[in-house]
DNA sequence: GGGGAAGTGAGACTGAGTATCATGACTATC
DNA sequence: GATAGTCATGATACTCAGTCTCACTTCCCC
């Protein structure tokens, strides 16, 4: 279910949720409106540079809080955010250019609840991410850095 | 594929990738053999503060990049590092205790190397981490820290 | 034992994020 | 419309994980 997000939207479901509209977060969720493949809060602060960088984090964590955006890392551990576009989704990131995607998985959860039974206790959630070298990347023969690690774990 | 991990095995992989066996390095790697569920680097630097900062950060880059520990996040961000016993494997971390435990899932890799297909461009990796509370902490009852968002995308 | 490369330690720095606190903006009530 | 109380903001200092620099030390090979 991808659902296409607006500012006033998300404007909206902040209010819902007892949260003020003030003009720094307006400023910053119409900013987002903007961002389609992922952000850092840097990008944010350098972008909006009237509005105090305690408050780009604090509209972040309230973002995040609300399930509006999502945050992720980079192959090397780099955090980025990202609009959360779909009810439940994965991360697709492309190692070399940085740009973010969605998957939808239904098997990889249900074999991942299955797997919470054997290793015990319940399962609170999970983070599953994918890296890839992007269609655009590929193409263009980009090398893949040679990061020490490229499985993940 | 379980492997018994000991500090001579690491020592010597070490070795034969053309590093030296310093004294630092030794006992950096016999304080890891003492911790089976996962630590953080400034366990280490607590632990061995005769050794500089700057060097157990550097053998912590030296292992991962080595593949002898892996490095992954608790639910709220925070690092963690553990022994990687095996091959190719996950991750549990317990939301509550902290406690890293590992599954191996091939049918999850299949997976995702299907999605992989279908988003395009080619898949250089994955990380894949599941937030439980393990059998001990649902024992005790003890409650799951309400993070704004369990389900870590 | 000597020389050069590799490794170390101290400490300054960076980047992401949090805490504090005085000030400013909203909102409900009168 | 004034007021009070709450919520939000901005500046700034701080923390935490990790990196960089650089002079010094250790290791290994000849």
Do not use: W
């Not at 239904?106 to 206790?121: A, D, M, P, S």
């Not at 609170?124 to 193409?139: F, M, P, T, V």
């Amino acid at each position: 279910m991808t659902i296409e997000i607006r500012g006033s939207d998300i404007l909206a479901a902040l209010e819902n949720q007892g949260y003020r509209s003030t003009l720094p977060r307006r400023e910053i969720i119409e900013n987002l409106d903007k961002r389609s493949d992922g952000f850092t809060a840097e990008d944010l602060v350098r972008d909006l540079p009237h509005i105090g960088r305690a408050t780009v984090f604090r509209t972040i964590k309230l973002l995040l809080e609300a399930g509006i955006i999502c945050k992720l890392s980079l192959i090397n551990g780099e955090p980025r955010y990202s609009l959360a576009h779909a009810e439940h989704h994965h991360h697709t990131v492309c190692v070399t250019c940085g740009t973010i995607g969605e998957f939808h998985a239904g098997t990889v959860e249900r074999v991942l609840r299955l797997i919470g039974n054997e290793v015990g206790g319940s399962i609170i959630g999970h983070r599953i991410e994918l890296y890839i070298s992007c269609a655009d990347c590929a193409r263009q023969n980009i090398p893949v850095p040679t990061a020490g690690h490229t499985h993940v774990s």
